[in-house]
Every structure is written in C-alpha cells, then in structure tokens.
C-alpha cells in the first residue's frame, strides 16, 4: 500500500472509516457548497456525481485545517475535475457561481422544500412539482393529492419537527424511553445512537436502539414501549415495522437501505420544550411542548453490536466501512453481519471494537464518525 511521498506528510486515506472526522468543521465553506450540488444531483437522480461530491465533501470535513490554496488538496482522494472547479471559484472569488445559480433555481428551492416535509422524498416532491405546485399551499389545496398519514404528519407538525432537535432535549426523550423500558423489563438495554451519538448539537431526530438479553423477548419490547408512551400521551404518531429478519437469508445479497430489525418512526409530544418563537404563534401561541421525531430499533442482542455500529452513521461513514469491507477484505458488513468471504463463515462480534478489530481497522470513536 501507499507510504509517505515528499510532498504529503499525512496520507489521507479514501475511506472516511480510516479518517477521524469530528463535527469541528475546518472546510465548511466548501463542504456547505458540495451538499447544495450534491443534493440537487439527489433530485435528478445522478447518484454518481452526488457520490462524488458528498466524498469530496467527507474528505475535507476531516482535514484538522482550512484548505487556502488549490494546492493545499493536490494529494487528497476523490478531488476531481468538477469539485476542483467548484473550489477554485471559492478560493478566489469567495463563492461558487454555480452553487448561487443552483440556489436561486426553482426547481431546487422547490423539491429542497418538499422533502423538508417527514415522508416527502424526491420522488414524490418531483411528481408534485411536474404537476405545478410550487408552495406548501398549493399542495395542500391541490385535490388530485392524496396525502399518506405519515405526510399528513409532517405537515401537521412541520413548525416543529422541522426545527433542529437540541442535546437537551435528546437527553430529555432519552429519559422517557428509559423509563418506558425500565417499566418494561428491568433488565432492558438501552442506548443513544445516530448523530447524538456522534456528539452533534443538534439532529432532526432522536435515534435509540433498544434490546433485551432474553433472546426473542426483543419482539415485544417496541410494541409495549409504543403502548407506554401512548397511555403517557405523548404519542402524536407510530410507524411500527415488525422485524423481516431471516438469519439463514443473511448477508442480504446485495445492501438494502432499510435493515430488517424491528423499528419504529415516531413523533412525540415533548413537555416542558417551548418551542423558539411559539409565543407568537396565533393558534398554539406559548404551549408548553414541541414535537419531536424519535427513532427506536430493536435487534436481537447478538445483533446489538452490528446494529449499533450501523445506525450510528454518518452515513458516509457506513458508506465507507462498507466498501472498505468489501473492496479491502473481501467481507460483506451490513447492519446484522459481517461475513468472510474468503472463509466462508461469519464473524461474531459483542462490541463495536470487534468489528473494527475483524476488519483490520483501528478503532474509530463515535465522536470521530461524523464524515
Ligand atoms: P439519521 O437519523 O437519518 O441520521 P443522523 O442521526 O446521522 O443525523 P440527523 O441529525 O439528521 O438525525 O440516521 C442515523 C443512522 O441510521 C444512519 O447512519 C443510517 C442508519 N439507518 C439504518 O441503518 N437503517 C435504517 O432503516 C434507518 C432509517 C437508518
Ligand atoms: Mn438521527
Ligand atoms: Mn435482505
Ligand atoms: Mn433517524
């Protein structure tokens, strides 16, 4: 493998799962415009060039320096033609052209707001916009729209769970599900994940993985948490999936976004979080209590570990941890397993360390994920 050249010290690796990306963002002056371009190759559906810029942009977010000069990135991985272009622009002038260009494009503005909405993605935010609706009030008068419950949601509760969910109130819900789960079994295992475990000060959502010692038991405990919470009264919506989980059908032949544990995708009714600005909010003016988007997975506990390090993220990180497995040691990692392909058999692991140890990597922390 590579070795220090004479003219880079510090070998960046290409695979963020060998970097250690804290949230202090040296470069966000780039990597904001990277997600702009990023996100509206998203919405045309270009996934290699929303690829390309989403690395470029992980690259950079885990430089311990500003990049000044175009020759400061020379040696780093997945800088390419258009990225180097995008960057020059800012170097000199101070913003990119085509990222204002992108900015001030209707299409853009329009499907960034759509899919603002809990349950809108591209897709659908595409459909809306290919029938001329351009603004919240247009689709919600449009009577050939049909919204799901979970779409009606979002916007019921847009003000709110659009608004960044804070440390304190990630603690605040984690209490709440703790105590659901202790009431439930005492001997209940609960942890944080997703980007407050990554240590970010804000998130959209709340992320947990919930599980018990007692194999099987897991099947029950999102079901009678989710019954907890809606006798609390706390419960403003519950999307409940039962777990497809088929240990003889692992690894999955080919990754799938969704794993097959048992989830839910929730909005609780937070108390004693007033909202920023509800005051002078003319219908729900100064209510004591924000919604907020919580997330609950449940794999079994010989699982924990590889659900754990999956639902942590970033999702570049996995990404990454993924294609390393792969391309560097002819091993498939998914949310459930890790399997040698050279060996034919499956690696168990109890923590987060055992993987990174299978995989010949050294420990990243969570803290260190945020690529
Ligand atoms: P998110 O909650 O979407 O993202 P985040 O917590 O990193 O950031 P944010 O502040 O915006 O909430 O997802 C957390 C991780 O969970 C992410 O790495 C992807 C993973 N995940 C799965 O692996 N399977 C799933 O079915 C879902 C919904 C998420
Ligand atoms: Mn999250
Ligand atoms: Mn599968
Ligand atoms: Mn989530």
Redesign the pocket.
Known sequence: SEGPTPTSVAIVSQYACQRRTTIENNNSIFTDAFEVLAESYEFSELEGQCLAFRRAASVLKSLPCEVRRQEDIRDLPWMGEHTKAVMEDILQYGHSFEVERMLSDKKYQTLKLFTSVFGVGPKTADKWYRKGLRSFSDVLTEPSIHLNRMQQMGFLYYEDISRAVSKAEARALGSIIDEAVRAITPDGILAL????R?E?E????V?FIVTTPEPGRENSLLPDIIERLKQEGILLYCDYQASTLDISKLPCPRFE???HFA?CFLILQLEGSKVEGGLSRSKEGGRGWKAVRV?L?SPPVDRYAFALL??????QF?RDLRRFARLERQMVLD?HTLYDKTKKEFLAAQTEKDIFAHLGLEYIEPWQRNA
Not at 202 to 205: I, K, L, S, Y
Not at 310 to 315: A, D, E, I, Q
């Open positions: 994940t997703g980007g407050f990554r970010k804000f998130g959209h959502d992320d976004a969704m794993d989830k997330d997975v999956g639902w942590t993220g970033s999702r996995e949310n």
